[in-house]
């Protein structure tokens, strides 16, 4: 089935720093893309869904590439403030066979911004 | 709009006992799904159900795990009988069709001793 790995498995970077995730997949029919963020004692929130259509995504503070040919999924946030404190997951799902529907999470990334 | 429920927010439980953690999925979804979520082992899916039928049965967890889907509106996970290495967050999630966002709930943390 589905692998994904995520690193670093933690992230330290002072405010305004840039800070990026990645995320490799094994599956190559993988069609839908996910990052979810986690604050602490709370649930996962949606930051961005992406389509294996689209390899530049634009967010608020943020950028999700893709990658298709090397299966890597990355998060970049540009300017960092310790808002951005948090678990970030990334997760994959499958267009067809075993993995349709089904999400394969990344392990998390625990981001520090330090003012 | 309701997200999803789950109660109760918090459990604790001795070793042996059966416990049943609730899921509320938002209305009109039709996927429901929960996961185990713990330091070590990350985010690992427990059960899926599409339309309130069962499409993933849990696999390693499938002896003391059961996750039931009455009716569109509720679910539930009974995990009998409790071991210490079941705790860990439970998180229930649903979606309104395969490949659409999945949304959380905000989890059940559940401590066995």
């Known amino acids: 089935g589905e692998q994904v790995e995520q690193r670093p498995p933690h992230l330290s970077v002072r405010e305004g720093d840039s800070a990026v995730i990645t995320c490799t997949y094994t599956?190559?029919?993988?069609?839908?893309f996910f990052w979810y963020k986690q604050e602490p004692g709370a649930s996962l929130q949606l930051l961005m869904k992406?389509?294996?259509?689209?390899e530049i995504n634009e967010g608020q503070g943020f950028t999700v590439l893709l990658n298709k040919k090397d299966k890597r999924l990355s998060l970049n946030l540009t300017a960092a403030h310790p808002g951005d404190s948090a678990a970030y997951f990334c997760?994959?799902?499958?267009?067809?066979?075993?993995?349709?529907?089904?999400?394969?999470f990344g392990h998390g990334t625990i981001l520090r911004v330090h003012p | 709009d309701a997200g999803v429920t789950q109660t109760p927010r918090h459990e604790v439980a001795e070793k042996g006992q059966t416990i049943i953690l609730k899921c509320e999925p938002v209305s009109g979804h039709n996927d429901l799904f929960w996961y185990r979520q713990t330091k070590i082992q990350g985010l690992e899916l427990l059960s899926y159900f599409r339309s309130k039928s069962l499409m993933e049965d849990g696999g390693a967890f499938k002896d003391r795990f059961k996750a039931e889907m009455l009716n569109s509106s509720f679910s539930t996970l009974k995990i009998q009988p409790t071991e210490p290495k079941d705790s860990a967050v439970y998180l229930c999630a649903s979606s309104q069709d395969w490949g659409d966002t999945q949304y959380f709930g905000p989890g059940t943390r559940l401590l066995v001793l």
């Open positions: 997760a994959v799902s499958g267009d067809t066979g075993a993995n349709t529907g089904k999400l394969t």
């Open positions: 992406v389509f294996s259509s689209t």
């Open positions: 599956d190559p029919n993988s069609y839908y």
